[in-house]
């Protein structure tokens, strides 16, 4: 089976939630849409099943406001969180909306399998600690994506998240990475095949890793620039 990894912004206001209580972020904040997804927003609240406009109803005292603001997703995200776990959505009842609206302008970023040559790119094929988000190495910088506090450190594969100071330091120092450097990093793995380099490292495989190092920059200049932190995982 092969090991993917995705990355997603947070709120600030998230990020306060899952430290106060880390079950929030698998059991709410993970599932939710945001503003980038296709899924449908609510725009006819009678085409809403009893459940749904129950639940609706639950969360807020003016369902008029989730009108194109919410997602048919978010709420049956949330009527399945009912359905599982009650007692978490009775005690998060009270915040439900205000939670689902603070992370609406967060994305989410799959990489797949390729993310572990993306990140041994950044990190110029040299092994780093989970809580070390950058260090030198003969004048380059490494940078661990990946990096960041556990959420629940009792997992096996935790997943992460990175303070919004630490975003804005991992933004800045990929941006100093142009394409010039990354060519000349992937041509060192290329011709290393170092083990911590992972494997499968090929010259016709460069084209889409660039526009994966690119997609990652603008992920974190986006998050930088709105102020959110973000949240990885490997598994």
């Not at 912004?9 to 929030?24: A, M």
């Not at 969360?59 to 009108?67: A, C, K, P, Q, V």
């Not at 048919?72 to 009775?90: A, G, R």
């Amino acid at each position: 089976m092969s090991v993917t990894a995705w990355l997603q912004h947070i709120s600030s206001n998230g990020l306060q939630r899952i430290k106060r209580n880390p079950e929030v972020f698998e059991d709410v904040l993970m599932d939710l849409s945001s503003a980038d997804d296709d899924e449908p927003l609510i725009t006819d609240f009678s085409e809403l099943t009893p459940k749904q406009l129950c639940v609706l109803k639950e969360i807020t005292s003016d369902i008029g406001l989730s009108h194109e603001r919410l997602s048919i997703w978010d709420i049956d995200s949330l009527e399945l969180l009912k359905s599982i776990y009650p007692d978490i959505y009775e005690r998060l009842k009270p915040e439900l909306y205000t939670i689902v609206i603070d992370e609406k302008e967060c994305e989410y970023l799959d990489l797949g399998d390729t993310w572990s040559f993306v990140d041994s790119l950044f990190r110029f094929g040299t092994p780093m600690e989970p809580s070390t988000i950058r260090s030198n190495l003969n004048g380059y910088h490494r940078i661990n994506i990946f990096s960041g506090k556990p959420i629940n450190p009792s997992d096996r594969w935790p997943i992460r998240y990175q303070e919004v100071y630490e975003v804005q330091e991992m933004s800045q120092l990929l941006a100093s990475i142009d394409e010039s450097e990354i060519q000349c990093r992937f041509e060192e793995a290329l011709r290393t095949q170092s083990p911590v380099y992972r494997y499968g490292w090929h010259q016709e495989s460069y084209p889409q890793l660039l526009e994966f190092c690119k997609i990652v920059q603008l992920f974190y200049r986006k998050a930088a620039s709105k102020g959110f932190g973000i949240v990885n995982a490997i598994g």
